[in-house]
């Protein structure tokens, strides 16, 4: 049984990894459920698996359990319902065999339905133009852009294409549609529905999650998040700035 809530531990951690937890959480969780078990134990974090190391002091031997994380889109509905697991077992709610079943059912609930994904991304976009003094035409044009590029990155990533692609061809097709209010002069905005139509790719978690990491000490992984995050947002500045030279755009 041991071995089996050893190994569990180790792929509870790097599934909430993989939903986009900090360290801190992942920690907290994982001391939670090992001591409601009895396990001594310690759990390692790094860019791409965890580990963790059991010890047993009858016979002066440690295992070690090590899992990669799984390349997952962030979730933060299956990220609380773990956390949620995690008080469940420590509390005495769930046996070992009970907290199985749960943590399968979670981590193959299916995710948001992509369409309500993709409208209300394209509302929340249209909202941050109107926040920043957009009119009505330009909020028009940061809706179309946000729900065509969106819809890119949707169909691209399920194709397995590389994110840091997808980030560039999406932040390139958004800007050429955020443009038409320069093209087209309708709109007496143009600038901020150029400026907002890729602001849905802005990889916003990773950062926060990488001052969180180094606040709690893991630099490794800080780094690590703090790396890609900059690298998309490279990427999207490349698109964005790809489709303003080719709609020969004059901002200055």
Same mark, same amino acid.
């Given at each position: 049984?041991?071995?089996?809530?050893?190994?569990?531990?180790?792929?509870?951690?790097?599934?909430?990894?993989?939903?986009?937890?900090?360290?801190?959480?992942?920690?907290?969780?994982?001391?939670?459920?090992?001591?409601?078990?009895?396990?001594?134990?310690?759990?390692?974090?790094?860019?791409?698996?965890?580990?963790?190391?059991?010890?047993?002091?009858?016979?002066?031997?440690?295992?070690?359990?090590?899992?990669?994380?799984?390349?997952?889109?962030?979730?933060?509905?299956?990220?609380?319902?773990?956390?949620?697991?995690?008080?469940?077992?420590?509390?005495?709610?769930?046996?070992?065999?009970?907290?199985?079943?749960? $943590?399968? !059912?979670?981590? *193959?609930?299916? +995710?948001?339905?992509?369409? %309500?994904?993709?409208? /209300?991304? @394209?509302?929340?976009?249209?909202?941050?133009?109107?926040?920043?003094?957009?009119?009505?035409?330009?909020?028009?044009?940061?809706?179309?852009?946000?729900?065509?590029?969106?819809?890119?990155?949707?169909?691209?990533?399920?194709?397995?294409?590389?994110?840091?692609?997808?980030?560039?061809?999406?932040?390139?097709?958004?800007?050429?549609?955020?443009?038409?209010?320069?093209?087209?002069?309708?709109?007496?905005?143009?600038?901020?529905?150029?400026?907002?139509?890729?602001?849905?790719?802005?990889?916003?978690?990773?950062?926060?999650?990488?001052?969180?990491?180094?606040?709690?000490?893991?630099?490794?992984?800080? $780094?690590? !998040?703090?790396? *890609?995050?900059? +690298?998309?947002?490279?990427? %999207?500045?490349?698109? /964005?700035? @790809?489709?303003?030279?080719?709609?020969?755009?004059?901002?200055?």
């Amino acid at each position: 049984m041991t071995d089996l809530q050893s190994s569990f531990i180790a792929e509870y951690a790097a599934w909430l990894y993989g939903c986009g937890a900090t360290c801190t959480r992942i920690t907290k969780n994982v001391d939670r459920m090992a001591k409601a078990w009895n396990l001594d134990g310690e759990l390692v974090i790094s860019p791409d698996h965890v580990t963790f190391s059991l010890n047993d002091e009858s016979n002066c031997h440690s295992r070690i359990y090590i899992k990669k994380h799984p390349h997952k889109p962030i979730s933060f509905y299956k990220n609380t319902a773990l956390s949620t697991l995690s008080w469940e077992i420590a509390d005495g709610k769930l046996t070992f065999e009970e907290a199985q079943n749960e $943590f399968n !059912r979670i981590t *193959n609930t299916p +995710l948001t339905n992509p369409w %309500l994904v993709l409208f /209300l991304t @394209s509302v929340a976009n249209m909202s941050f133009c109107r926040i920043f003094g957009g009119d009505a035409w330009a909020m028009a044009i940061v809706f179309l852009a946000t729900l065509l590029g969106f819809r890119l990155k949707q169909i691209l990533l399920d194709e397995h294409l590389n994110v840091n692609v997808v980030f560039f061809l999406c932040a390139f097709f958004s800007s050429i549609i955020g443009a038409t209010g320069y093209v087209f002069h309708i709109s007496d905005t143009p600038d901020v529905a150029l400026a907002t139509c890729v602001l849905y790719l802005i990889p916003g978690v990773p950062y926060i999650n990488s001052i969180s990491d180094l606040m709690g000490g893991q630099y490794l992984v800080c $780094f690590s !998040r703090f790396m *890609n995050a900059l +690298l998309l947002t490279f990427c %999207l500045s490349v698109g /964005l700035a @790809s489709g303003v030279l080719l709609m020969n755009l004059k901002l200055f």
